[in-house]
C-alpha cells in the first residue's frame, strides 16, 4: 500500500511488516524518513532535525536558513558536487566539462501495477498485487529528468527500485554514474554482512560493524563474480537470526556492480548500490533513456531468518520464471566429471543405461559435443555437432537417450570464443580486444562482444538450429572466464564506458530470446558454478550452479551463504565423485546426497562405475527426493547452525508452511573419540503441536525447539543423517527417546 499525504508531502510505502516513508522539502530535495517495522499511517518528518553544521554548504534555496544542507539531510537519491560530500547515487558530466547532478522533485503518481523496465530482470506480478510510487526529479542544468521507481509487493513484504534518467534536452547528456538504490539511514551502529569468495568457495559471509568512511564490495569482472555476492545486509549490531532488526538489498545485475556504505560525521549511513562506475558511461542523446537495473529491500524485524525466508518466498514466486515454476524439476546426471571430453555414444548410454535403472530423470551432456573441442583449447564458438564423435549428431544421440526413459540436455557456452575456432579466424574483430595490446586468456579462450547484435544474432542462429534439431529439455548456460580487453570495435571512442553493460544487456537479450523460442526447456546458469549467481540470472535461468567445488563439506559453507538470500530451488548441487576433484576429500555417498539435496538436486558421476551398494544408496536418495522435494523445495529455511564457526556438526531445516512436516538435515565433522551426547534445538515448528520423528517417537513442538532432540552417534568422519517430522494426533502419548550404540535410536 502506498499512501500520500498532502499536508506533509510524505510517501509512505507499506508492505505487510514493514513501512518506508520519503517527504519532500520545500526546496524540491527528496529526503528519506524512516524504513523499519510496519508503523499506522503517520506523518514522521519530526524525525527529520537541522542544525548550522560548519562546513556544509547550504543550497540556494535555502535562503539565509543555514540548517539546511544536502551534506546532512538524509536523501532518497543523493547527487553530486553541490554541496553532499557523501557517495553520490548519480553524476552527469555536461558538455562543459562539469560532473554535477542537481535534482529537486517535479512531481509524483502513486498507480496499480508494476513499472516496467525494459531489457532488464525484475520482480514480476499481477496487476492487483503490486503497487507503484513515481517520482520525478529534475536537474535543469543538465536538462534530465530522473525518475525514482518504487514498486512495493506488500503480501511478500519487498520493496523494489530502479531509475529511468532521460536526455529532456537538445544535446548529449553523459552519465559517468547511475545507482539503482540511495538508502540514507539515521544511525551507524550497524553491522554490515557481505557475501565474499572464490572460484570453488562463493558467497561467504564476512560480517563487520560499520566504521567512519567507506565499506563496500563490488566486481569490475565483467560479471557479479565469484569474489563478491550483489546482496548486503545491514543489521542491527547483536541481530541473529532469531532477533533484530535487518536490511537486505539485492541487486538483480549481472555485470560489474557495487554495493558502498559510508558512514557520515553525525553517525548515519548511507548505502549505495548499483552498477559500479568503474570504466562505466552511458550517452544519452536527445530523448534517450538510460534504465538502471532493479534492486530489491526486505527489512525483518526478526532478525536474519526471517529476513531470508522472506526473500526466498518472493524469488521462488515472483522472480524465477519457467514452465516447471512450483513442480519438481527432473533429477539429472551430467557427464562432466565422468568422461570429460572423451566420451562417445557407447560410453554416454552406458551412463545413461545405469542412470534410468536407478531413476534418474534427464542426461546432460556437457562440454565437448561441438566443433573441434577436445580440450579447452578450442572449438568455442563453432556451435555444430561433432558428428566425428558422435555419429549421427544430436539427432541420433537424444532419441536413444529417451529411449532408455531420460530427458535429454545439453551444455553450451554462448559468449565465449576459441582462437582456434573458424568463428574467430572469420571475424576476430568480434571478440574484446584493445588495439594494439595483446589479449589476457582465460581458459585460453576469449569473450565474445555481446554489445553487438550482428554476434549475437549469429551465436543465437546456430544454438537455435542445433536446439531445434533434437529433443531438448535442458540447457546449461556456462561462462567460463572474467572480462577483459574491454574495448568494442563497434563502438567510438567516447562511448567505450557503456561496453561492460551493453554485453550484460545482450546476455539478457539472448536468454529471452531462447525462453521465448524453446518455453518448454529448463535453462541452468553457470558461470564456472557460481560466478553469476545473482537476481538478474535467476529472471533468465531459474536455477544456478552454486558452484564448480562439489565436495560435501565445502558445499555446507557455500549453500548456508547463498542461503541467506536465494532460496534452496535455486541452488544447483551434486553429488560427484571422491576423492573429490577439488579438494581430494573421501566423503561418504550418504553425506554427498544429503548435502546435495539442498538444492537443484542431481549427480556428476559415472553411475556404470558404481558398486552395487552405492548404486542402492543412489536409488534410495532419489526416492527419498522424489518423495519429500516440496518440502525440500519449497519449505521454509531454517539454518540451525554456522558451518563457519568450530562445531560438532552442521545443521539446517526445512519446514512445510503449515508447519506439518520438516525434514531436518545433519552433517557431522571428524570423528572423535569419547564423543559427548549431542542435542540439536529446532526452530521453525508448531510449539503447540506432536511430531513424529522418522515414524517413531512422538515429541511436542516446543520440546522440540526449546529443549532439543537428541543426535545420534556416530562413527567415522564426515557422517550425516535426516530426521523426517510430521505432526500427529494430539491423542499419541509423548515417548522417550533413547540412543544406542549404533546411532539408531530405539523409542
Not at 264 to 272: C, K, M, P, S, Y
Not at 530 to 551: A, E, H, K, V
Not at 608 to 614: L, R
Request: glycine share 10%; proline share 6%; charged share 25%.
Amino acid at each position: 500500500m502506498i499512501v500520500y499525504h498532502e499536508p506533509s508531502r510524505t510517501y509512505t510505502l507499506h508492505t505487510k511488516h514493514s513501512t518506508y516513508q520519503l517527504a519532500v522539502h520545500p526546496t524540491g530535495v527528496v529526503q528519506h524518513v524512516y524504513y523499519g517495522p510496519r508503523l499506522r499511517d503517520c506523518d514522521l518528518t519530526g524525525l527529520l532535525r537541522y542544525a548550522d553544521r560548519g562546513f556544509s554548504p547550504n543550497p540556494e534555496e535555502a535562503g539565509a536558513d543555514r540548517t539546511f544542507s544536502l551534506d546532512t539531510t538524509p536523501q532518497e537519491y543523493s547527487t553530486c558536487g553541490v554541496g553532499d560530500f557523501r557517495l553520490p547515487a548519480i553524476e552527469f558530466e555536461l558538455p562543459c566539462g562539469s560532473r554535477t547532478a542537481d535534482l529537486r522533485y517535479a512531481r509524483g503518481e502513486i498507480r496499480r501495477g508494476k513499472y516496467a523496465l525494459e531489457g532488464l530482470p525484475a520482480f514480476y506480478g499481477g496487476g492487483e498485487e503490486w503497487e507503484t510510487l513515481s517520482l520525478v526529479l529534475r536537474d535543469d542544468a543538465a536538462q534530465a529528468e530522473v525518475e525514482l521507481l518504487y514498486g512495493v509487493l506488500e503480501e511478500y513484504d519487498l520493496i523494489t527500485r530502479s531509475v529511468l534518467v532521460r536526455n529532456v534536452g537538445e544535446g548529449p547528456v553523459r552519465l559517468c554514474r547511475c545507482a539503482s538504490l540511495c538508502l540514507d539511514l539515521p544511525r551507524s551502529d550497524l553491522d554490515m554482512v557481505t557475501f565474499n569468495g572464490a572460484h570453488l568457495m562463493e558467497r561467504c559471509p564476512s560480517r563487520a560493524p560499520l566504521r567512519p568512511g567507506i565499506q563496500s564490495a563490488g566486481s569490475v569482472r565483467g560479471a557479479s563474480s565469484h569474489q563478491h555476492n550483489p546482496f548486503v545486509i545491514l543489521c542491527d549490531r547483536e541481530a541473529n537470526e532469531d532477533y533484530g532488526l535487518c536490511y537486505g538489498a539485492m541487486l538483480l545485475y549481472s555485470g560489474n556492480f557495487q554495493a558502498a556504505v559510508e558512514t557520515g560525521q553525525f553517525e548515519n549511513a548511507r548505502l549505495v548500490m548499483g552498477v559500479n562506475p568503474y570504466h562505466f558511461t552511458w550517452t544519452l542523446e536527445p530523448g534517450g533513456v538510460f534504465s538502471a537495473p532493479e534492486a530489491a529491500l526486505v527489512c525483518s524485524e526478526a532478525g536474519l531468518g526471517e529476513m531470508s525466508r522472506r526473500f526466498h518466498r518472493a524469488i521462488r514466486d515472483r522472480l524465477v520464471r519457467d514452465h516447471l515454476r512450483g513442480r519438481r524439476k527432473p533429477v539429472l546426471v551430467n557427464n562432466w566429471e565422468a568422461t570429460y571430453f572423451d566420451f562417445d555414444p557407447e560410453k554416454l548410454l552406458a551412463i545413461a543405461r545405469e542412470a534410468a535403472a536407478l531413476g534418474v530423470e534427464l542426461f546432460v551432456l556437457d562440454d565437448g559435443w561441438f566443433g573441434k573441442r577436445d580440450d579447452d583449447n578450442s572449438g568455442l564458438g563453432d556451435w555444430q555437432v561433432n558428428t566425428d564423435k558422435l555419429p549421427g549428431g544430436l539427432e541420433a544421440l537424444a532419441p536413444a537417450i529417451n529411449d532408455l526413459g531420460l530427458s535429454f540436455g545439453l551444455w553450451v557456452e554462448p559468449e565465449m570464443v576459441s582462437e582456434d575456432s573458424d568463428l574467430y579466424r572469420a571475424h576476430p574483430d568480434w571478440a574484446l580486444q584493445v588495439p594494439g595490446r595483446t589479449p589476457a586468456r582465460g581458459r585460453n579462450q576469449l569473450v565474445l562482444d555481446f554489445s553487438r547484435r550482428e554476434v549475437r544474432d549469429h551465436i543465437y542462429a546456430q544454438l537455435h538450429r542445433v536446439l531445434s534439431s533434437a529433443p531438448v529439455t535442458y540447457v546449461k548456460w556456462d561462462m567460463n572466464r572474467s572480462l577483459s580487453g574491454v574495448w568494442s570495435a563497434a563502438l567510438p571512442p567516447q562511448r567505450q564506458g557503456e561496453v561492460y553493460h551493453r554485453c550484460v544487456l545482450g546476455v539478457y537479450e539472448m536468454l529471452e530470446r531462447l525462453r521465448t523460442d524453446f518455453p518448454e526447456i529448463l535453462v541452468e546458469g553457470c558461470c564456472g558454478g557460481g560466478g553469476r549467481f545473482d537476481g538478474g540470472m535467476l529472471y533468465y535461468t531459474p536455477q544456478i550452479w552454486c558452484s564448480d567445488n562439489t565436495d560435501a563439506m565445502d558445499r555446507l559453507r557455500i549453500q548456508y551463504g547463498t542461503s541467506f538470500c536465494y532460496p534452496v530451488c535455486t541452488m544447483g548441487a551434486h553429488v560427484s565423485v571422491v576423492p573429490n576433484e577439488q579438494n581430494g576429500r573421501v566423503t561418504p555417498l550418504e553425506t554427498r546426497g544429503i548435502a546435495a539435496m539442498s538444492g537443484a538436486f542431481g549427480y556428476e558421476l559415472d553411475l556404470s562405475k558404481c558398486t552395487p551398494e552405492e548404486k542402492a544408496c543412489i536409488r534410495r536418495q532419489i526416492e527419498t527426493y522424489k518423495a519429500r522435494w516440496e518440502l525440500l523445495q519449497l519449505g521454509d529455511y531454517y539454518r540451525l547452525t554456522d558451518p563457519f564457526r568450530e562445531g560438532p556438526y552442521t545443521a539446517w531445516a526445512q519446514v512445510s508452511p503449515d508447519r506439518r512436516e520438516a525434514l531436518v538435515s545433519v552433517v557431522f565433522g571428524g570423528a572423535r573419540a569419547v564423543s559427548p551426547f549431542r542435542v540439536l534445538k529446532l526452530k521453525g515448528l508448531d510449539p503447540g503441536a506432536r511430531y513424529q520423528v522418522d515414524g517413531a517417537g512422538c515429541w511436542g513442538g516446543d520440546a522440540l525447539m526449546h529443549a532439543g532432540f537428541p543426535l545420534p552417534a556416530v562413527k567415522g568422519d564426515y557422517q550425516a543423517v535426516q530426521l523426517h517430522l510430521t505432526a500427529v494426533d494430539d491423542q499419541l502419548p509423548l515417548c522417550n527417546c533413547v540412543l544406542i550404540e549404533s546411532g539408531s535410536i530405539n523409542i
